[in-house]
């Protein structure tokens, strides 16, 4: 998503700079004598690029930090599977009733 917005936005900012400016004395000159054919970006468009990839490094940092949570994440809840388990083991042993497996851990089992 990110990636598409910021492909969008380069595509509209590479066709307003493509646009000839009318201006200049000598055929393939602008106003300020530069060749016609060079590409020229203005100050704020850098900037904007500069707060946009700002933005996509940030989103970045989060989505790995994300990441790493969420795998911690699961990582706990196998553990606590297996303690559920191994627990309804011991007391189907001792002839008692088992604790019920809540449905959320269902899908972090190993068995």
Do not use: C
Not at 12 to 36: F, Q, Y
Not at 41 to 69: M, N
Not at 77 to 103: F, K
């Amino acid at each position: 998503m990110v990636i598409a917005v910021v492909g969008a936005i380069a595509s509209v900012l590479v066709a307003r700079i493509s646009t000839p400016k009318p201006g200049g004395d000598r055929p393939g000159e602008d106003d300020d004598g530069r060749d016609a054919g060079e590409l020229r970006v203005s100050p704020e468009i850098w900037q904007r690029f500069a707060v946009l990839e700002a933005k996509v490094d940030h989103l970045t940092d989060l989505v790995e930090q994300k990441k790493e949570e969420v795998t911690t994440l699961e990582r706990l809840l196998r553990t606590a599977m297996r303690i559920i388990r191994r627990a309804n083991r011991r007391l189907v042993a001792r002839q008692e009733v088992p604790e019920e497996i809540p449905r959320e851990l269902v899908p972090y089992s190993i068995d």
